[in-house]
């Protein structure tokens, strides 16, 4: 059986625009700062948690492909390049990386503008608008930023598919189509948004960013982790609700115990949350919960819960750690993380070169 | 599990089409749109789902809905959730759901292609959050019913099954990426069967997108023509039930069908524009004619992506021209996209069943407008209705984004 490691991870989260900022607001154990975001027509502001700016002007801006585009692909292009750093460092031509991006909502701040204008005046809508409106911009400019990046594909879900993106990403790296596989999810904020999900959740705090796992089957570019199982997909249906679900997406997953963590989507609301914690009940392990943390990141949430555990097994404070994703509307799946032994870090230099070429 | 995977089955078994369902602007099921098809019919007339006062081109392959959606395990209450995308949806998966035969299961994955889901249902969210903020009503069932896999998961209990459901958005590329990547599912041994196609409805965010970008035709949608002015927006479904060549024998199931290669690339030339050579589509080609392990002269119809705008059909007709090499001048090619517009999400899925029909039909469809070829054409473009023998096809879908996509189908006889 092929073995699957992490070689790489990225993150944009209201924490900052790398995994260490993650870390520490994580480590932290306290919720970052909530912002207003004005509601055309309403006294009362919506609540967000925006991404900070980054601290100096990402660089990869310069890029023709990406000079008009929304804070999504900006989001997205940071999160790739930080994740395939190490396995990219170097090599002319790097990799073959197939590029999964998942989303939920997707570009809505373009979409936003460009329907805006549709409204005012059909005949003036900007052209430069409606390309970055679809799902499959933010792939396209990772792409073109990677180079060699044969297979790319976008995926939409509720944040539980994230994992049906990393199964997706295994696929192929099995069939020897691409060398790493990219797995993205990304979400940016607009009052929109933050609107339609107040309907489901009047306390909600909405929140973008991106994630992003870098997975290979080569054991040389391994930064200490490995994926050890995704449970299949327990979708919701007329005949099985999200409890059930839930249920049977934790029976796939292992019983777990003090050296393992448990990473939920947890966000103190009981009536939302009950399918998820009725399902890990029996979990007596250390557990972390970032959306009370982070907010409702929707599609970026899984991805930071992931590159979070990664992070955490990496540095060799648990030996496991598992990722449950129970979605809003769609379907319950798990995610398991274990140590692999060795990292990158611990190979000698002419290994590692070699591992960089091969 | 979805991980660890199961051994891939070696050889991988052989996928099959017992179902399948189309809806587009030139009718409701397979009858109507293969004689529609057969006989170059257009489906193009004035829009009239939202206000085009103000748009260059005022025009659009809209199909006439029926009044009620079908009737399926949907209780009245939840019909009246569905959008204009769903109810097309819905019309192509019973279709292909009775033709194939299946019975309720609480295993059969999904995987759909779109680009905009419930975008219906989103512009009228916008709107009435913006002109109306206090008023609530409606707006929690619009933020969620707009989403695509919630669109799915109302197919599969109208029909009476339960499955994952995965939602592929690759722009136009989507119906192709998603029938492909179930095609994979199968060869993989994930599955036995899958119901799987791509749908899109008119909406006026798209319509207005490609209206802004000049690419929509002000006089008539005319793929590899010299003349050509652009492309012409529509809206469609094709849902297909793929599984097993053991599974549907062992059924007794008629078999439509098989699908024998799939092909996916990438162009990083530009968000919009494809590379002047068409090299990925050229290469799209090239990997599903590998996985079909057949050549290009075996090819007897290409369904191409052809939109019929410059620089589209300029790129894709070298791209063919290479890839057939000296069997090109026997290569029959046509876009079928002159009758229904442009499909978006739906485009690659009704192309697919397109390239059925004439399998099923031993007919071409043909480019009723087509005039003077594109100086970029060495192959035929199929321009008046034709009887032909037709083995094996393969149709082409490109997305803005660049990814790419290519499916061979062969004759089931």
Redesign the interface.
């Known amino acids: ?1 092929s073995r ?1 490691f992490v070689c790489g991870l990225g993150s944009v989260s209201p924490a900052g625009w790398t995994v260490e900022a993650l870390r520490d607001a994580l480590a932290k154990d306290k919720p970052l700062p909530i912002q207003p975001l004005a ?4 006294q009362k502001p919506l609540q967000i948690r925006p991404v900070p700016n980054p601290p100096v002007r990402p660089s990869f801006l310069t890029h023709p ?1 990406l000079r008009r585009t929304s804070p999504i692909a900006h989001y997205a292009a940071a999160a790739a390049l930080n994740a395939v750093k190490s396995i990219c460092n170097g090599r002319n031509p790097g990799p073959r990386i197939g590029v999964v991006v998942c ?2 909502s997707g570009c809505v701040q373009f ?2 503008r ?3 204008e ?2 005012e ?3 003036t ?3 430069l608008l ?8 933010p ?3 990772v ?2 930023l990677l ?1 060699n ?10 944040p539980s ?1 994230y ?2 993106g ?3 990403g ?2 192929w790296l ?1 069939d020897g189509r691409v060398d790493a596989c990219l797995v993205l999810a990304t979400e940016e904020i607009n009052w ?1 948004l933050a ?2 999900l107040w ?2 959740n009047h306390r909600a705090v909405i929140s973008g960013g991106a994630g992003a796992l870098c997975l290979s089957l080569n054991p040389e570019w391994s930064s200490g982790v490995e ?1 050890e ?12 609700k999200r409890e059930l679900a839930a249920k049977a997406m934790r029976a ?1 997953m292992p019983p777990g115990n003090q050296a393992e963590i448990l990473c939920d989507g947890l966000n103190d609301r009981p009536r939302a949350d009950a399918a998820e914690a009725g399902a890990w009940a029996d979990w007596t392990g250390p557990r972390l919960s970032p959306k009370l943390i982070l907010g409702e990141g929707m599609m970026a949430m899984p991805a930071w819960q992931c590159v979070a555990v990664c992070d955490l097994v990496a540095s060799g404070k648990f030996k496991a750690g598992n990722v449950s994703l129970v979605g809003a ?3 319950a ?1 798990g995610i398991r993380f274990r140590s692999a032994g060795r990292t990158i870090s611990d190979l000698s230099p002419a290994t590692k070169a070699g591992s960089l070429t091969s | ?5 199961k051994s ?1 089955p070696s050889p991988p078994p052989r996928v099959v089409i017992t179902g399948a369902g189309i809806v587009t602007s030139l009718g409701l099921g397979w009858k109507q749109n293969a004689e529609a098809f057969r006989s170059g019919k257009t489906g193009f007339r004035p829009v009239t789902l939202f ?2 006062s ?3 081109v005022k025009t659009a392959a809209e199909m006439d809905l029926p009044p009620t959606p079908p009737r399926t ?1 949907l209780t009245r209450r939840e019909e009246k959730r569905l959008d204009r995308a769903g109810i097309m949806l819905l019309l192509a998966a019973q279709e292909a759901w009775q033709q194939s035969g299946w019975k309720t299961c ?1 295993d059969l994955p999904v995987v759909l292609g ?2 905009a ?1 419930g975008m219906a249902l989103g ?1 009228d ?3 009435q ?2 002109n109306l ?2 008023r ?1 009503r409606m ?2 069932t619009r ?2 019913y707009y ?4 669109q799915a ?1 109302m197919v ?2 109208a029909l009476g099954f ?10 136009c590329a989507s119906g192709t ?1 998603a029938i492909g ?1 179930a095609w ?1 599912m199968i060869r ?1 041994g994930q599955t036995d069967r899958v119901l799987t196609g791509g749908y899109d409805a008119l909406s ?2 798209g319509f ?7 690419l929509i035709s002000p006089t008539c949608c005319r793929p590899f023509d010299a003349h050509r002015d652009g492309l012409a927006i529509g809206e469609g479904v094709a849902v297909v039930a793929l599984e097993t060549l053991a599974s549907a024998k062992a059924r007794g199931a008629e078999i439509l069908g098989e699908i024998t290669g799939y092909g ?3 162009d ?1 030339h ?3 524009q494809p590379h002047p050579e068409g090299d990925a589509a050229y290469q799209s080609m090239q990997l599903a004619c590998a996985s079909a392990q057949i050549t290009a002269g075996e090819v007897d119809y290409v369904n191409a992506h052809g939109t019929g705008t410059p620089l589209n059909d300029q790129a894709e007709a070298r791209a063919i021209s290479r890839w057939a090499g000296h069997h090109a001048g026997r290569l029959a090619v046509s876009s079928t996209k002159a009758g229904t517009g442009h499909l978006l999400g739906g485009a690659g899925a009704v192309e697919a069943v397109v390239c059925l029909m004439s399998l099923r039909g031993q007919w071409l469809p043909p480019e009723l407008a087509f005039e003077t070829p594109d100086p970029a054409c060495t192959f035929r473009i199929v321009a008046r209705p034709e009887e032909a023998p037709v083995k094996v096809t393969l149709s082409n879908s490109f ?5 790419n996509a290519t499916l061979i189908m062969r004759r089931w006889a």
């Not at chain 1, 044969?150 to 509720?158: E, F, I, N, Q, Y």
């Not at chain 2, 207005?208 to 000049?214: K, Y």
Request: proline share 6%; glycine share 6%.
């Open positions: 059986m699957v509601r055309p027509g309403w492909h989303l939920q979409s936003f460009f329907f805006e549709t409204l005046d059909a005949a809508a900007s052209p409606f390309p970055e409106t679809v799902f499959a911009a792939a396209s400019h792409a073109a180079k990046t044969p297979l790319v594909c976008t995926l939409a879900g509720d598919s994992a049906q990393l199964a997706l295994i696929d099995l929109l609107d339609a309907h489901f994926l199982l995704i449970t299949d997909a327990h979708p919701y249906s007329a005949r099985v796939q509307n769609q379907q799946t | 599990m979805l991980f660890p995977k891939f206000d085009v103000r748009q260059r395990r609480d779109t680009t889901g512009e969210y916008f709107r959050a913006v903020p206090h609530q707006q929690p933020a969620l989403q695509a896999q919630i998961g599969e209990d339960a499955g994952p459901v995965t939602i592929v958005s690759n722009a990426n990547e994979e993989r006026q965010m207005t997108g490609f209206n802004s970008l000049q996916a690339s990438m990083r530009h968000l919009t997305g803005f984004g660049g990814v």
